[in-house]
Nanobody, 124 residues
Framework: QVRLVDSGGDSVEAGGSLTLSCKYSGLYYASYCMAWFRQAPGKEREGVASIDGDGRPDYADSVQGRFTISQDNSKNTLYLKMDNLKPDDTATYYC??????????????????WGHGTQVTVSS
């Protein structure tokens, strides 16, 4: 059984940085696509970044150059480092994971395993 526990959300000022963590279990990282999504109030959930079993990242245009996805397989943890945060980045952030099946990018939406979410608030 796959389990994802995301954490690290906080309130920061615009221009600040934050790193989210997602502790995972019950999956083999090399066979899975892992990703971060976010959902702001009144908006649809959107993919932010993904990383495939070979460690290749992919980013949404809105965060390219500011966010970095990575994973430490020795700690079974997925990370999302967020720099130069903007008020528009305010949202609940979720980690997600599923079998890669040859498709792993920030536009993929069919994930069967989700974290409970962690709140990021960016003030101007």
């Amino acid at each position: 059984q796959v389990r994802l526990v995301d954490s690290g959300g906080d309130s920061v000022e615009a221009g600040g940085s934050l790193t989210l963590s997602c502790k995972y279990s019950g999956l083999y990282y090399a066979s899975y696509c892992m990703a971060w999504f976010r959902q702001a109030p009144g908006k649809e959930r959107e993919g932010v970044a993904s990383i495939d079993g070979d460690g290749r990242p992919d980013y949404a245009d809105s965060v390219q150059g500011r966010f970095t996805i990575s994973q430490d397989n020795s700690k079974n943890t997925l990370y999302l480092k967020m720099d130069n945060l903007k008020p528009d980045d305010t949202a609940t952030y979720y980690c997600a994971a599923d079998w890669e099946d040859g498709i792993c990018n920030s536009r993929r939406i069919d994930f069967g395993n989700w974290g409970h979410g962690t709140q990021v608030t960016v003030s101007s």
